[in-house]
Nanobody
Framework: VQLQASGGGLVQPGGSLRLSCAVS????????IGWFRQAPGKEREGVGC????????WYVDSVKDRFTISRDNAKHTLYLQMNSLKPEDSAVYYC??????????????????WGQGTLVTVSS
């Protein structure tokens, strides 16, 4: 299974960005998925996750009501919609997947497959 993240870039504070993560080599609906981010000099942080049955979901408090994870199983793509972006959201964002029920927003080791990361910079 391979994950290819895209959609990062430079955006002004208050703006929006949608990250995509294309999944190949596997059926997306069999995977729990998550998004993580890592800012320079900081540890990797879980942003959110969604289970394969869409029943379980989780977001870190700092992005609640601003970020939304979704998945389009038919297109083998998952998304991270980011609204009202702040400078502190600047980081490299990674998508991750695991062929397991549920999902984990904090335990990176739970995931089996990772995308290469896409850089998001929020700055005026």
């Amino acid at each position: 299974v391979q994950l290819q993240a895209s959609g990062g870039g430079l955006v002004q504070p208050g703006g929006s960005l949608r990250l995509s993560c294309a999944v190949s080599g596997g059926t997306l609906d069999a995977y729990g998925i998550g998004w993580f981010r890592q800012a320079p000099g900081k540890e990797r942080e879980g942003v959110g996750c969604i289970s394969r049955d869409r029943v379980r979901g989780w977001y870190v408090d700092s992005v609640k009501d601003r970020f939304t994870i979704s998945r389009d199983n038919a297109k083998h793509t998952l998304y991270l919609q980011m609204n009202s972006l702040k400078p502190e959201d600047s980081a490299v964002y990674y998508c991750a997947a695991a062929r397991k029920p549920g999902c984990s927003g904090v335990d990176a080791s739970w995931y089996e497959y990772w995308g290469q990361g896409t850089l998001v910079t929020v700055s005026s």
